[in-house]
C-alpha cells in the first residue's frame, strides 16, 4: 500500500521559444518519489548528477541550445532526496516513462536500484534509428543498471491498455509514440484516493488533455517533430483525453514538464 507520495522537479527548462512567447516559458521535469510496501521507487529521474558535472560533452549540443537545459546539482533528485526524508540509498526501484535524455539522466545516482522501462524502449536506446540517436545518451546508462524489462500482457488501465506491475500499487502502461516504448506511470494514491498518472512526454500542455484540445501551435508542432510514431502518438493523447474527461474524479493526470500541473500537484 502506497504511504507516501512526494512530487520533485529534477531539472528546469527555458526554450528558446519561450522567449518570444511561442510555447511555455519555463518547463519542469517532474519526478515522483513513492513509498509503498518496503519499496522506495523514483518515478523518472530527470538529469543526474554526472550530467550537471560533464554538461555537453555528455548531453550533446543540439538538445540543450533549443530547450535550455539549467544544469544544477541541487536539482537532481540525489540532492533532494535527503531533504524529503529519504536516503537515496533506499531507492529500490526506478521507473521510467521512457529514455529520452532528460528523464533517465540520473540513472547513474541510484546504482543499486532496479530499472523498470518497457522493452521496445530499451531496444530503442540500445539500437536507435538515425532519427533517434539524439534523444538517447548511453553514457547515462553506462553503468549498467539492473534492467527489468515490461511488456504487454497486463490488466487493462482504465481503457489505456495492459499494464504491468512495477510495485504494489504502481503499474506500468503503455503509451507509444513520443517514443518507441514510451509508457506512463500509474501509482494509487495513500487513503484510497485514486490514481495519479504520469504520462511522460504523451503530451506537454495542460490543455492537450482538455477535450476540445488546447495548445499553442509551436507546442503542437513540436511535440508532432519528436515523435517516432505521430499517428500513435495522437491516438494515445485521445485516449487520455477520454480518461480525463471520464474518470478525471478517479485518475489525476499530469505530464513531465507542465509547470501548471506540477505546481499544482506538489501543493
Request: glycine share 10%; hydrophobic share 40%.
Amino acid at each position: 500500500m502506497t504511504t507516501r507520495i512526494q512530487h520533485l522537479s529534477c531539472a528546469s527548462m527555458h526554450p528558446l521559444a519561450g522567449r518570444v512567447g511561442l510555447v511555455p516559458r519555463d518547463w519542469v521535469a517532474h519526478c515522483l518519489l513513492v513509498e509503498t510496501g518496503d519499496r522506495v521507487v523514483l518515478v523518472d529521474t530527470g538529469f543526474g548528477t554526472a550530467d550537471v558535472r560533464e554538461g555537453r560533452s555528455r548531453i550533446g549540443h543540439v538538445a540543450p541550445a533549443l530547450i535550455g537545459f539549467d544544469l544544477r546539482r541541487e536539482d537532481t533528485a540525489l540532492a533532494q532526496l535527503p531533504g524529503r526524508g529519504v536516503d537515496p540509498a533506499a531507492v529500490t526501484d526506478v521507473v521510467l516513462t521512457h529514455l529520452d535524455l532528460d528523464h533517465a539522466g540520473g540513472l547513474g545516482d541510484f546504482p543499486q536500484a532496479r530499472v523498470h522501462v518497457h522493452r521496445r524502449e530499451l531496444e530503442a536506446a540500445r539500437h536507435p534509428r538515425l532519427d533517434e540517436r539524439m534523444r538517447y545518451v548511453p553514457a547515462q546508462w553506462a553503468h549498467g543498471p539492473r534492467w527489468v524489462e515490461h511488456d504487454e500482457p497486463g490488466e487493462d488501465f482504465f481503457g489505456l491498455g495492459g499494464a504491468s506491475v512495477v510495485a504494489d500499487d504502481v503499474l506500468l502502461v503503455p503509451l507509444h509514440g513520443h517514443s518507441r516504448g514510451h509508457s506512463a506511470v500509474a501509482v494509487r494514491r495513500p487513503g484510497d484516493e485514486g490514481w495519479l498518472l504520469h504520462a511522460g512526454d504523451a503530451y506537454f500542455f495542460h490543455g492537450d488533455k482538455a477535450t476540445p484540445r488546447t495548445c499553442p501551435p509551436a507546442l503542437r508542432a513540436f511535440q508532432r517533430v519528436l515523435a517516432a510514431d505521430d499517428r500513435r502518438r495522437v491516438d494515445n493523447l485521445a485516449r487520455l483525453q477520454t480518461l480525463h474527461a471520464e474518470h478525471g474524479d478517479e485518475v489525476r493526470v499530469f505530464s513531465a514538464h507542465d509547470q501548471q500541473e506540477y505546481d499544482a500537484l506538489r501543493g
